[in-house]
T-cell receptor
Framework: GAGVSQSPRYKVAKRGQDVALRCDPI?????LFWYQQALGQGPEFLTY????????KSGLPSDRFFAERPEGSVSTLKIQRTQQEDSAVYLC??????????FGPGTRLTVT | AQRVTQPEKLLSVFKGAPVELKCNYS??????LFWYVQYSRQRLQLLLR??SRESIKGFTADLNKGETSFHLKKPFAQEEDSAMYYC???????????FGTGTKLQVIP
C-alpha cells in the first residue's frame, strides 16, 4: 500500500508569508507526528496526534506554528508569518499506536 | 530531559572493514532505543530497535545501560551501507522520539 505522503515537496516562501504543509498518513494509522529537520541536524519533534487529538505540542517553536488533524487522518502544519529560521525540512510520520514510525519524504521549506 | 549524542558527523571505512557508529544517551528512566537510516534520496526508515534484538542487514546494536550507550556495529561494511544513520530514543510508553544529529557513513570501495 501507499506510504506516508507529504505535499508540497518543496516550498519557497517570502518572509512574512503564511504556509500550509500537508501530510497524508498511512491509512488506519492512529498516531501522527511532525518533525522539523534543520540542515545538518537530526529531526526534532514538533507535535503528536492520536486520532484527532493533539496530545503533545511541546516542540512547536512558537505560536506561529499550528497543527491540526480534524478528522483523524490528514494533518496540516501551518506556519504564520514565516521567518528565515523556519527554513528546514518538515517531516511527517505515522504509526499504529506505539509501533514503528513510518516517515514521509518531507517538505523542504525555504524562506527568503 | 532526554538527549541523544552521536559524536561523529562522518565516518569513513573501507569495504570489508568493521563499522561502529557511536550513540550515547541521557535519560533517567527506561528508554527505548532505535537506529534509523536514510539512504540517498530515500526517506528515513527504521533499521533496528533494541527491544527486538534483531540483526538487520548485518547490523546489531546492544543497549548498555551502565554506559548509556547504544552503538551500532557491523563486522564487514558493504558499499550499500553508505547512508545517514540516526540514533533515537523514546521514553517508555510515551510517543515523543528524540533523535541524535546523525552520522554519515561512507564506505570506500
Amino acid at each position: 500500500g501507499a506510504g506516508v505522503s507529504q505535499s508540497p515537496r518543496y516550498k519557497v516562501a517570502k518572509r512574512g508569508q503564511d504556509v500550509a504543509l500537508r501530510c497524508d498518513p498511512i491509512s488506519g494509522h492512529v498516531s501522527l507526528f511532525w518533525y522539523q529537520q534543520a540542515l545538518g541536524q537530526g529531526p526534532e519533534f514538533l507535535t503528536y496526534f492520536q486520532n484527532e487529538a493533539q496530545l503533545d505540542k511541546s516542540g512547536l517553536p512558537s505560536d506561529r506554528f499550528f497543527a491540526e488533524r480534524p478528522e483523524g487522518s490528514v494533518s496540516t502544519l501551518k506556519i504564520q508569518r514565516t521567518q528565515q529560521e523556519d527554513s528546514a525540512v518538515y517531516l511527517c510520520a505515522s504509526s499504529l499506536g506505539a509501533d514503528e514510525q513510518y516517515f514521509g519524504p518531507g517538505t523542504r521549506l525555504t524562506v527568503t | 530531559a532526554q538527549r541523544v549524542t552521536q559524536p561523529e558527523k562522518l565516518l569513513s571505512v573501507f569495504k570489508g572493514a568493521p563499522v561502529e557508529l557511536k550513540c550515547n544517551y541521557s535519560y533517567s528512566g527506561s528508554p527505548e532505543l532505535f537506529w534509523y537510516v536514510q539512504y540517498s534520496r530515500q526517506r528515513l526508515q527504521l533499521l533496528l530497535r533494541h527491544i527486538s534484538r534483531e540483526s538487520i542487514k548485518g547490523f546489531t546494536a546492544d543497549l548498555n545501560k551502565g554506559e548509556t550507550s547504544f552503538h551500532l556495529k557491523k563486522p564487514f561494511a558493504q558499499e550499500e551501507d553508505s547512508a545517514m544513520y540516526y540514533c533515537a530514543l523514546r521514553s517508555g510508553g510515551y510517543q515523543k522520539v528524540t533523535f541524535g544529529t546523525g552520522t554519515k557513513l561512507q564506505v570506500i570501495p
